[in-house]
Nanobody, 119 residues
Framework: QVQLVESGGGLVQPGGSLRLSCVAS????????MGWYRQPPGKQRELVAT???????NYADSVKARFTISRDNAANTVSLQMNNLKPEDTALYYC?????????????WGQGTQVTVSS
């Protein structure tokens, strides 16, 4: 099992910044993909950004040039720097770790951290 714990959410005004962090522990497998997904109120969960253990990144079009994902493989952490936040970025943000193991494909989720963008 893999455990993921997020931190860094909160309330911020439009145009502001927040940094989310996630630390993974337990039976972490390699290679893997770590990333962030979000679920806006009343909507389905959606991709925000992911990064492979080889540092390849993927971003949702809506956050490109505003959000930056990074990870520290030695510390098993992934972070999301969010700049120029907009009200439509309001959502519950989830950390995710996924990849192929000897027993099949696995995907693990954190409990989520709330980001609210409002004046």
């Amino acid at each position: 099992q893999v455990q993921l714990v997020e931190s860094g959410g909160g309330l911020v005004q439009p145009g502001g910044s927040l940094r989310l962090s996630c630390v993974a522990s337990g039976s972490i497998f390699w290679p893997n993909v770590m990333g962030w997904y979000r679920q806006p109120p009343g909507k389905q969960r959606e991709l925000v950004a992911t990064m492979t253990s080889a540092s390849n990144t993927n971003y949702a079009d809506s956050v490109k040039a505003r959000f930056t994902i990074s990870r520290d493989n030695a510390a098993n952490t992934v972070s999301l720097q969010m700049n120029n936040l907009k009200p439509e970025d309001t959502a519950l943000y989830y950390c995710n770790l996924q990849g192929r193991t000897f027993s099949g494909y696995r995907s693990y989720w954190g409990q989520g951290t709330q980001v609210t963008v409002s004046s």
